[in-house]
């Protein structure tokens, strides 16, 4: 299988340069008319297969499926297949992070064979990058995005601390990434998360992967933040977007039309 990271380099340039979130929080089925259960949550994921067909990367928000046990995780396998068999790339938002055997467990569910196998999962490194192993040693067909600078206030306390060669912890984890995608073209298959919202970010230059980029839309962020945190580095940048497409539903026309404005926002990205 061609790696993650050429797959997600192609379809980027292939089908604009978006993430965009599957985020069916209760607010968000009422607001869509839905019932909050298992039955509004599969209506609500139908209609964003529908919607996200065209997209290159799609990210459910894993815990929200969750929150319904084991019919919540059957839509989210439906929805997973269903994405993907129409070719669309899927980022399993699940943060999933630990040591040993029980971190090979999660990459076994999320990046294996089984029915929640995405093309790529969001991974926490706060346990030592090297207990991501289990996941990254899956080898680049799979991709990991790891949380290295989030916009949430609380994440300085941890992310923004200097480790004793003088670098900040942020900036560790998007290095130990770079430095699984050496040798990678034309984009490794380890990425970062780094919010649209923060007042700045790790240095990227070296990185040769993905940059994913919530937290544009609604919760603030937009292309001249985008502009403003990466500088040059803007080939691998993935701006992903969640409330302001999602609030435009439930009608299947005007979740695309709201894709298309954003898309046509960030024009500048992968020339």
Known sequence: MTSFGARLHSALRQRGPLCVGIDPHPELLLEWGLTVDASGLAQFADLCVQAFGDVALVKPQ?????????????????????LREGGTLVLADAKRGDIGSTMAAYAQAWLG???????????????GFGSLDPALDLGPDRGVFVLSATS?????QVQRAVVGDGRTVDQVMVDEAGARNAEAEPLGSVGVVVGA???AAPDLSTLNGPVLMPGVGAQGGGPHDVRRLVGENLSAVVPSVSREVLRAGPSVPALRDAIG???ESFAFLHD
Do not use: C, H, K, Q
Request: proline share 6%; hydrophobic share 45%.
């Open 261 to 263: 404005r954003i898309t």
């Open 152 to 156: 949430n206030p609380e994440g300085g």
């Open 113 to 127: 064979d089984g029915p929640l196998a995405s093309d790529a999962v969001t991974v926490s490194p706060y346990l």
């Open 197 to 199: 919202t923060l007042t």
């Open 62 to 82: 894993v815990a929200f499926f969750e929150a319904y046990g084991s019919a919540g995780f059957a839509v989210l396998e439906r929805t997973i297949g269903a």
